[in-house]
């Protein structure tokens, strides 16, 4: 294999030349192709056809960075004081717990990366070249410029090429344009500023051939290709944290600094009143262990992996963790239209024939739906079902879309999809839906000749053998409707045309954003045997019209409804024309006023950064948006502070995905450059599973807020204890290893059943979260003060009580910390939907009490631990504590009691309780 060299970067645009000015520069042969010697030289200074594979991070990297966290270094510090001190046993416990966190960290994103493919595979596959006047089949990494590639039906397009020859050619560009109809392609030199989606005399690397055959001139490969500076310019983007990770952040830096200060002050003054350097230096150690939430990294991760496993049973699947809040925080979403909030097929709606109008149900390439007559009634027009046969004049059109037609449906298990062009395939599935089959329908009337859809022309034509040969003709409405002079009625006879009733059907269909087609015939002798276009110039009679869209999701609409009353924005944003974007937006109810309010990609363009902004926060749909155009959207919402998702399925969105603060790609029916690039991909492409992830976003960050909400007031009231009694000069009432023990071992086991709390009924019922709100609010950090309040007086008094009733400080300690798991099982219930479910079937016993297996299974785990803690003598031995009597155990529940109104008062206290018990 050569060396490579570097990659030839063209000094002029393709497009704008002539053919043979192009064949000139590249030095290429269009009738013989490159010669060997040609292609050898050009293999060593431009190397193979295909994108550089990008090397991911080694797995020692990736298992490293997992410990990148601020509130990770606290614990690592924490755990090499305590083994400076010889405290092994705690240092491995810390040490233990931060290895846990990174190893479920590290095996959720190894996860997803490997089931991400290369980027380079999006431009792997088969190519026709000619060489040396021979037509060669090669792979297409093989290919160099100035190749001449041979095109045809069904061929992925292996690198970007300058078209020179066309027959009836249509290309597929919706990877990389957006536009969802396939583009007819001519050889005609263009202005230098067509837009890509209009570049009519090129086809681009990635896409498909649909219909007829071309010829053209390699003049890009590799990373020069339209597909190669995307993913160039993908990594030039900015890879912007996540909210939850900014504030985590946030948060720990400023724990960090009270600690350390909290720890300074207390040793000084320690030091002062006349104790030991090494009696502070334990007693600070305890104090900073006891701030530390130990507990808080291993309880977010895997708070963010059970929702990354609650969003892949809503069909989206998460590659990296944060994302999963990221997305419940999200204020706008940016949303491509086809096959996202569209099914991504075309579907007849309407029919004109016999001048009468019909209604077509049903969506997509499947029979079910029905035709339906509409007529002018009071209250608008009123459906009339059939009954018995259809209308002479309706049959009629609908065969000639099923015989002057080159696709095929096919099915696969529930599953339809068309083989060919969407249009046509849309006209099969509206004959199917009045049950007429195209085997039945080709079978009685065998086709004999064809003149294939072209442009100049605008209408196709075939050629038929039935009880007497007939032409069936479909094409624009201009074309069809100059070469007619006569229609049929409803019972199909033959009358003079009707043109102003066919121009005022035709409008009706533009005006909902349908793309309308028009169907005629022509009888002919039984001696021709083929037909040519003067056949069809004039003699024809008018059959109707069929108007067609790719509709909306119903799923979507209901989805887009759910979102707007979570008060997040949709954006649509699109390659699609303005006109259909704008309707199908209208059909969703996307817009934020009563008229949808529209821009094209182009008008865009001039526009300074700050008018910008206020144009992409104002606006509902950007249509015909270039690439470039995308990322700038998205970088002018975020300047607004908005917390951004973006959708998309094609290389064109892949800049956008990687600079949105949530990348959405389609995992069904997107490349593989959207998918490297999204942080989550959607495995049904459809936008509803986007409201469902919502929904467990803002799950997730509610049950993370009941995790802070329930662990650090445990860590203020063991820092009050500590601090006071230093400061007092009096006996520790917790050692530092017991409170390890409440931070880690109890704390765990109560806390994360709180990660599965199920989703509140008022999850989407609120609006997003400011953005720059931090982690710890004032509501939370207030009802975090009350309960550490609580917890000091509960530890320092049962400790001070239990020392002077019992004369045993060892006794006094355990039953201290025994309490003080007593008074949490009952804030746990307090701030958990169990809890709030109990409270409302005391005041109405006919309301139903939702199941918490995991949170009673925390609770009991909790309880039994608790007992092992003091009634084991390992455990005595271990973490100085002693077994306790009957009355003992007793007295340790009493403060259960003045928990239970003490917590409903801080419920009252944060009226945000609503997210910290999810209901109100």
């Avoid at 066309?166 to 536009?179: C, F, K, M, N």
Wanted: charged letters at 20%.
């Amino acid at each position: 294999m050569p060396e490579v060299k570097g990659k030839r970067k063209l000094q002029f645009s393709p497009f704008q030349d002539d053919v043979s000015e192009v064949v000139k520069r590249l030095d290429s042969d269009l009738e013989n192709g490159l010669s060997a010697e040609k292609v050898a030289k050009r293999y060593e200074t431009d190397g193979w056809n295909e994108l550089p594979v990008i090397p991911g991070k080694p797995a020692w990297l990736r298992f490293l960075l997992q410990f990148h966290q601020p509130l990770l270094y606290i614990l690592l510090l924490a755990g090499a004081v305590k083994a400076f001190l010889g405290s092994w046993t705690n240092a491995g416990v810390i040490w233990g717990v931060m290895v846990l966190n990174a190893i479920i960290g590290y095996v959720q994103e190894a996860k997803a990366e490997d089931a991400i493919a290369s980027l380079s595979k999006a431009v792997t596959t088969e190519a026709t070249v000619l060489r040396d006047g021979q037509t060669l089949q090669l792979p297409s990494r093989d290919l160099v410029v100035g190749d001449v590639v041979l095109l045809s039906s069904g061929d992925k397009v292996p690198a970007d090429v300058r078209l020179f020859k066309t027959r009836s050619l249509q290309v597929d560009e919706s990877a990389l344009t957006g536009e969802s109809l396939p583009v007819e392609k001519f050889v005609r030199p263009l202005p230098v500023e067509t837009p890509l989606a209009e570049r009519i005399n090129m086809a681009y690397a990635g896409s498909f051939v649909t219909f007829g055959q071309g010829r053209g001139v390699v003049v890009a490969t590799a990373e020069a290709t339209e597909v190669g500076q995307i993913s160039q310019s993908m990594g030039n983007s900015v890879n912007l944290s996540t909210p939850l990770t900014r504030k985590f952040s946030k948060f720990s830096r400023l724990l960090l600094y009270a600690i350390l200060t909290l720890a300074t002050l207390t040793f000084v003054i320690g030091l002062g009143q006349g104790e030991s350097w090494v009696y502070m230096f334990e007693a600070v150690v305890a104090l900073a262990v006891s701030a530390i939430p130990e507990g808080l990294p291993a309880v977010v991760t895997i708070t963010l992996a059970i929702g990354v496993n609650r969003m892949a049973q809503r069909n989206a699947i998460v590659r990296k963790l944060p994302a999963v809040e990221a997305l419940g925080s999200a204020t706008v979403v940016c949303s491509d239209k086809t096959g996202t909030l569209t099914e991504n097929q075309m579907t007849v709606q309407a029919v004109y024939a016999g001048e009468q109008h019909y209604r077509v149900s049903g969506s997509g390439y499947g029979p079910k739906g029905e035709i339906v007559l509409l007529k002018e009634g009071k209250d608008g027009d009123l459906e009339h079902p059939f009954e018995g046969e259809l209308p002479k004049a309706l049959q009629t059109c609908l065969t000639a879309g099923v015989l002057c037609n080159d696709a095929q449906l096919k099915q696969e298990e529930e599953q339809w999809s068309v083989v060919g062009d969407p249009t046509e395939g849309a006209l099969l599935a509206a004959a199917v839906k009045a049950e007429f089959t195209q085997s039945g329908l080709v079978a009685r009337n065998p086709r004999l000749d064809a003149i294939p859809f072209e442009s100049q022309y605008q209408y196709m034509a075939t050629l038929h053998d039935a009880t007497s040969r007939v032409i069936y003709i479909k094409g624009s409405v201009e074309a069809i409707l100059s070469r007619c002079s006569q229609m049929v009625d409803t019972q199909g006879e033959i009358i003079p045309l009707n043109h102003s009733s066919i121009v005022q059907a035709v409008e009706a269909m533009t005006a909902q954003a349908l793309r309308v087609l028009a169907f005629a015939y022509k009888r002919v002798g039984s001696h021709v045997h083929a037909i040519e276009h003067e056949d069809v110039e004039t003699g024809l009679v008018f059959l109707g019209l069929q108007g067609m869209i790719d509709p909306p999701r119903p799923e979507a609409i209901a989805a887009v409804h759910a979102c707007r009353n979570a008060g997040i924005r949709i954006k649509m944003v699109t390659g699609d024309h303005i006109s259909t974007a704008r309707t199908i937006a209208r059909r969703m109810n996307i817009q934020q006023t009563k008229e949808v309010l529209a821009f094209e990609g182009r008008a865009l363009v001039p526009m300074p950064d700050d008018e910008l902004a206020r144009t992409v926060e104002a606006g509902d749909v950007f249509a015909r948006v270039a690439p470039a155009q995308k990322l700038r959207l998205v970088e002018a919402l975020q300047s607004q502070g908005e917390i951004v998702a973006m959708t998309g399925d094609g290389v064109n969105d892949a800049p956008a995905l990687k600079q949105a603060d949530i990348g959405i790609a389609m995992g069904k029916g997107g490349t593989e450059v959207a998918r490297e690039a999204a942080d989550m991909l959607l495995t049904d492409d459809n936008f509803a599973s986007i409201e469902a992830a919502v929904e467990e976003g803002r799950t997730v960050y509610q049950n993370l807020r009941k995790a802070i909400a329930f662990l650090l007031p445990v860590n203020g009231g063991e820092s009050m204890t500590i601090l006071i009694s230093v400061l007092l000069a009096r006996e520790l009432p917790i050692l530092s290893l017991q409170v390890l023990w409440l931070n880690m071992i109890n704390s765990l086991t109560m806390t994360v059943p709180l990660a599965f709390e199920p989703k509140s009924k008022n999850a989407m019922r609120q609006p997003p979260r400011n953005p720059k709100e931090p982690l710890i609010t004032g509501l939370l950090l207030k009802r975090i003060l009350l309960v550490s309040l609580f917890n000091w007086v509960l530890i320092f008094g049962m400790f001070e009580w239990a020392k002077i009733t019992f004369d045993d400080v060892v006794v006094a300690r355990t039953m201290a910390i025994q309490a003080l798991v007593a008074a949490r099982i009952v804030y746990l219930l307090s701030i958990s939907q169990l809890g709030a479910n109990l409270l409302a079937w005391l005041r109405d016993r006919s309301v139903a009490v939702t199941s918490a297996p995991f949170l009673l299974l925390g609770i009991g785990g909790a309880i039994a631990l608790q007992v092992l803690f003091s009634q084991w003598s390992l455990m005595n031995t271990l973490f100085e504590t002693a077994p306790l009597t009957w009355g003992q155990w007793l007295i340790c529940l009493l403060p259960m009691l003045p928990m239970l109104p003490f917590a409903i008062f801080v419920n009252r206290v944060d009226p945000q309780h609503q997210v910290l018990s999810s209901t109100r």
